[in-house]
């Protein structure tokens, strides 16, 4: 496929391999591999000192401000297992992840849709499984999307998610490098910023490798808020299945 990147002083041509974009990945379980660090910091801007002070009722003592901070990290192993894609091209998975201390997490089922958004029913899933699975939607890189900066948008106001994403080709290969900046402004005014690098497989329509760096702050009661900060990187480990048409 050919994309027009500069239509001024004659045309620089970028040629991707043509993908399949139907049902490559279904029946094709992967194994990624990761590592993760997680940092958590709570404010609370209302807190205040309690003092008994020799009477049966404490004393409060404010207004004041505490900030409890924790780090935390781990590497294991996610699983993920194709099921199939729904007629408005979300795609149907199970995620799980096995991890070395405190991450464990059992099977979920996900949808992931075009637009990367990723809505999971019952059970816990961990901030790393929604990386990977977030990549893994057929339409996750579309080389006719891009605009002659090798650019893409990818939007959805009803969420407050806008999403920018460069492509640059590996020279004589099959996969290309993928960079985004993703930001989202939810509803209950909270927000997250996230930057991503990702390796993309144009056979087999997989990241091979990516990280990304989140800073999520959620909102709590007035003065209150956390942020949390998620460092990510995973590699493809096993991937039992190829591309099909």
Not at 6 to 18: K, Q, S
Not at 148 to 159: C, E, L, M
Request: glycine share 10%; hydrophobic share 35%.
């Amino acid at each position: 496929m050919r994309i027009p990147a500069a239509r001024a002083r004659g045309i620089l041509v970028l040629c991707f391999p043509a993908a399949p974009r139907t049902q490559a990945q279904l029946g094709r379980p992967e194994v990624k591999a990761f590592t993760v660090g997680i940092k958590t910091d709570k404010v609370d801007q209302h807190s205040a000192d309690r003092y008994a002070m020799g009477i049966s009722q404490p004393v409060i003592l404010g207004p004041g401000s505490t900030d409890y901070a924790g780090l935390s990290s781990d590497k294991g192993q996610i699983v993920v297992d194709v099921k199939g894609l729904e007629p408005d091209g979300g795609l149907v998975l199970t995620v799980s992840e096995t991890a070395r201390t405190n991450r464990s997490a059992a099977p979920a089922t996900c949808v992931v849709y075009p637009t990367t958004a990723v809505v999971c029913g019952a059970g816990e899933v961990q901030p790393e499984e929604t990386s990977v699975i977030r990549t893994l939607s057929p339409k996750f890189f579309d080389p006719s999307a891009l605009d002659a900066a090798r650019h893409w948008r990818v939007t959805d106001p009803s969420a407050g998610v806008t999403i920018d994403f460069t492509a640059t080709p590996h020279v004589g290969g099959t996969t290309v490098g993928i960079t985004s900046v993703r930001a989202v402004k939810a509803n209950n005014g909270g927000s997250e910023q996230a930057s991503g690098k990702y390796d993309y497989d144009l056979t087999k329509l997989v990241a091979t490798s990516l990280s990304e760096y989140e800073t999520i702050r959620q909102e709590g009661s007035a003065g209150n808020y956390t942020t949390i900060i998620v460092d990510i990187t995973a590699t493809l480990a096993s991937d039992s299945g190829i591309a099909k048409n």
